[in-house]
C-alpha cells in the first residue's frame, strides 16, 4: 500500500469519527428529549406526527430521525414511518435495563464535551478541573453509570469470585472507598440480610446523594456514608472487606498508599480488599490491543480532573508498600477491567 492509499484509510476513519460525534449527539437528544420512548409507545410513527406530539421543531425531529436511520438506531417501517431497531430500546428507552447506556450517552455529550474544551490548556499547564465543578449534575449522571455495573457485578460477576461472595453471605463489614452515591451499598444490603456498610467519598455532592438513597431504601440502619478523604478519615476497623469499585483511578496518585494504607489497616485479620477498575497500558504495544481500550478511555476523558489509571506493576508495587499480601488479578469483560483480590499481611 502506497502512502495516498493509507491517507485515504486514515481520512475514511476521520470521517467514521467524525460521523460517530453526530450519533452520540443524536442518541443523547434521543434520550433526553423522549423520543425513542416516544416512537416506542406508538409504534411505527412519521418525523412530523413525532414532533407534533413532543412540541418539537418539525424539520429538527426530521433531521434527528434520518441521521439515525442512517446509522441503524431507526429504521424505516414504511410509508415514512419510524421504529426503533430491533434491541434499541433496551440501551435507550424506560424502564432500565443492564444494557441502558443512557447515563453514558448524557455523560459524553454533555459533560465531556465541555471538559474537552479545556484539554489544550490543561496540556501546557497542568493544572486539573475538578470534577466538582459540573456540580450535583455530574454527581447524580456518574451513579446512575456506575449503578449499571453495580448491578452486572453483583447479578453476573460475584459467581467468579468466592473469596468477595463469601464474606458477602456471612454478612460482613463492607467499606466502600471511594462510594460515590452508595448504590454498590444499597445493591449488596439489599442482597445480603447480615451485612452492614460503610461508605466514604470525598464528592459532598455524591454523598448527600448517597444519605438520600439510603434513607429512600430504608437503610439507615445497615449503611452509613461521610464525606472525606479515605487515607486521612478516622476508619474504625475489623472490616470483612474493603471495596474500591471504579474509583481507584480517582485518587492522585501522591496519595495511593496512604489511602491502601488506612484501608488496609481498617480491615480486619481476614479481611480482602477488593479493587475493581481498567488498567493503563504500560507499553505501545500494549496500547493496541483491544483490552486497553477502556483504561486509555477513562485516562483521556478524566484526564482534566486529574484522574490516572494505574498500569498493572504500579498497582501491585502499591499494593506490596501498603502491606498487602497474595494479591490476585483476574481480567473481566474481555479484559476491559480488572478484578484484584488482595489479603491482609
Known amino acids: ?197 460503610t461508605g466514604i467519598d470525598s464528592d459532598e455532592a455524591a454523598v448527600a446523594e448517597a444519605g438520600r438513597a439510603i434513607r429512600a431504601n430504608g437503610l439507615s440502619g445497615r449503611a452509613r456514608v461521610f464525606a472525606g478523604d479515605v487515607a486521612t478519615f478516622p476508619l474504625d476497623n475489623g472490616y470483612g472487606l474493603a471495596t474500591l469499585f471504579l474509583s481507584f483511578h480517582e485518587i492522585p496518585p501522591a496519595d495511593r498508599e496512604a489511602t491502601l494504607r488506612a484501608v488496609h489497616s481498617a480491615l480486619g485479620p481476614e479481611g480482602v480488599l477488593f479493587i475493581f477498575d481498567e488498567m493503563y497500558p504500560a507499553t505501545l504495544s500494549e496500547a493496541a490491543e483491544s483490552s486497553s481500550r477502556m483504561g486509555l478511555h477513562f485516562e483521556y476523558t478524566e484526564m482534566l480532573w486529574g484522574s490516572r489509571v494505574p498500569t498493572v506493576s504500579e498497582l501491585d508495587e502499591l499494593l506490596r508498600k501498603a502491606g498487602f499480601a497474595g494479591a490476585e488479578r483476574r481480567p473481566l469483560m474481555g479484559g476491559a477491567v480488572h478484578a484484584v483480590i488482595a489479603r491482609k499481611g
Not at 428529549?33 to 426530521?62: E, H, K, N, Y
Not at 426503533?84 to 424502564?95: I, K, N, R, S
Not at 459467581?159 to 471511594?178: I, N, S, T
Open 1 to 197: 500500500m502506497d502512502v495516498h492509499d493509507a491517507a485515504i484509510q486514515h481520512v475514511n476513519r476521520a470521517w467514521e469519527w467524525f460521523g460517530g460525534m453526530v450519533a452520540l449527539s443524536a442518541t443523547n437528544l434521543g434520550v433526553e428529549l423522549g423520543l425513542f420512548d416516544a416512537i416506542r409507545d406508538q409504534g411505527p410513527i412519521t418525523s412530523t406526527d413525532l414532533a407534533a406530539r413532543l412540541q418539537l421543531q418539525p424539520r429538527a425531529v426530521d433531521t434527528w430521525a434520518k441521521v439515525l436511520v442512517h446509522n441503524g438506531l431507526l429504521v424505516d417501517a414504511g410509508d415514512e414511518e419510524l421504529a426503533l431497531a430491533p434491541g434499541v430500546e433496551l440501551m435507550v428507552c424506560e424502564p432500565r435495563t443492564l444494557f441502558h447506556l443512557g447515563p453514558s450517552f448524557a455523560y459524553h455529550g454533555r459533560f465531556l464535551a465541555r471538559d474537552f474544551l479545556d484539554l489544550a490548556e490543561y496540556f501546557r499547564e497542568g493544572v486539573p478541573q475538578p470534577p466538582a465543578r459540573h456540580g450535583a449534575p455530574l454527581s447524580r449522571n456518574i451513579a446512575e453509570q456506575t449503578a449499571m455495573m453495580h448491578a452486572v457485578f453483583a447479578g453476573g460477576m460475584l459467581p467468579e469470585l468466592p473469596e468477595v461472595a463469601a464474606r458477602l453471605e456471612r454478612g460482613c463489614r463492607v467499606l466502600d472507598a471511594g462510594c460515590g452515591a452508595a448504590n454498590l451499598g444499597i445493591v449488596l444490603c439489599s442482597m445480603y440480610e447480615g451485612l452492614t456498610y
